[in-house]
Nanobody, 127 residues
Framework: EVQLVESGGGLVQAGGSLRLSCVAS????????VGWFRQAPGKEREGISC????????YYPDSMKGRFTISKDTGKKTVYLQMDNLKPEDAAVYYC????????????????????WGKGIQVTVSS
């Protein structure tokens, strides 16, 4: 049984930083990929960054490069998203996801039909 639980969201001022955590209980990190996604009201879900489950290969869409950093601690079964220089347009519900068969790049390019999703956590950025 795989369950993903996000934490670390909340309210931050523009220009500030947050680090989100996702504990992927039951996920073995021996195949597939994990990633971070977000969805703002009225907008499509978009990938932020994804990482191979068993390797350190990472993918960032062009629009996400520079201010977001994904990392993992497989011993803790935890995936992190460091967010820096946050802007009001970053406000959204942030989700982590995992899939034992997904490629880390394709996961972020097409953030649907993935096996496991967290319930999401709100990030609000004040101007």
């Amino acid at each position: 049984e795989v369950q993903l639980v996000e934490s670390g969201g909340g309210l931050v001022q523009a220009g500030g930083s947050l680090r989100l955590s996702c504990v992927a209980s039951g996920f073995t990190f021996d195949d597939g990929a994990v990633g971070w996604f977000r969805q703002a009201p009225g907008k499509e879900r978009e990938g932020i960054s994804c990482i191979s489950a068993r390797e350190e290969r990472r993918y960032y869409p062009d629009s996400m490069k520079g201010r977001f950093t994904i990392s993992k601690d497989t011993g803790k079964k935890t995936v992190y998203l460091q967010m820096d220089n946050l802007k009001p347009e970053d406000a959204a519900v942030y989700y982590c996801a995992a899939d034992e068969l997904a490629n880390f790049e394709s996961m972020c390019r097409t953030p649907y039909n993935l096996d496991y999703w967290g319930k999401g956590i709100q990030v609000t950025v004040s101007s």
